[in-house]
């Protein structure tokens, strides 16, 4: 679930990179350093983990747009990966040819490995969500940033076979300069959202559809949740919302890597 404060009020705390520049060797140290201690070495985004494989650095800004182009749009889903509610989001993925981005909770990962390879045969991408979901993050240290950050990173690796996440989404949209600069140094594009459904709050299918029609003007990513309570309103409403956005000539795209 994301942090009760709108979707579009965080970005503000996306100021202040060239701080967070200077912090990137010192992030990096620390993921290598821990790395080392568990014998695991850092395998390159998107593909398997091989000993002693480059990692890219990416863009440290946060990503909105969709490589899909202007008609294109991002669903991302967030929480999980669920064992009642991620096989009924695939479900629907599959039946109307659309990838998402799935945002994975590290422990959620560590405990369904079997979902998270699913997620990865069916072509979607995986997205760091930090191991407790803690929407606070802003507010700890660098070094429990980093233990959020790269600990999951590591799980969700591990959990899929060794396939790397793509893409850091702070929990709440809590991101700070360092926690983007040390994403963005392991081949992790921070990730944000245009059109939060809050669907976290089960507010009606009908309402979070509306929230999409209402609001898919700020921008091409979406925000929903396979995870963190019942989810049957979400699924629902994306049941409704695939066909209806591929009917008004939107494309289904990934967020901007």
Known sequence: MVRQDGGRSWYGKAVGAALGVTMLATGVSVWTAQASAEGNSAPGANAPATPGSAVKPVAVTIAHASDAGPRGVNLTIDDGPDPVWTPQVLDLLREFGVKATFCMVGKQAQAHPDLVKKV???????????????????????????????????????????????????????????????????????????????????????????????ELHNGPTLLFHDAGGNRTQTVEALRRLLPQLKKQGYSFGFPVH
């Open 120 to 214: 990865v045969a069916a072509g979607h991408r995986l997205c760091d969500h930090t191991v407790s979901h803690d929407t606070a993050m802003d507010k700890k240290s660098p070094t429990y940033q980093s233990q959020q950050m790269l600990d999951a990173e590591r799980m969700i690796t591990e959990a899929s076979g060794g396939v790397r996440p793509m893409y850091y989404r702070a929990p709440g949209g809590a991101f700070t300069p360092y926690s983007r600069t040390l994403a963005a140094g392991r081949g992790m594009r921070p990730l944000g959202w245009n059109v939060d459904t809050k669907d976290f709050e089960r507010p009606g299918t009908d309402a979070i559809v509306a929230t999409v029609e209402r």
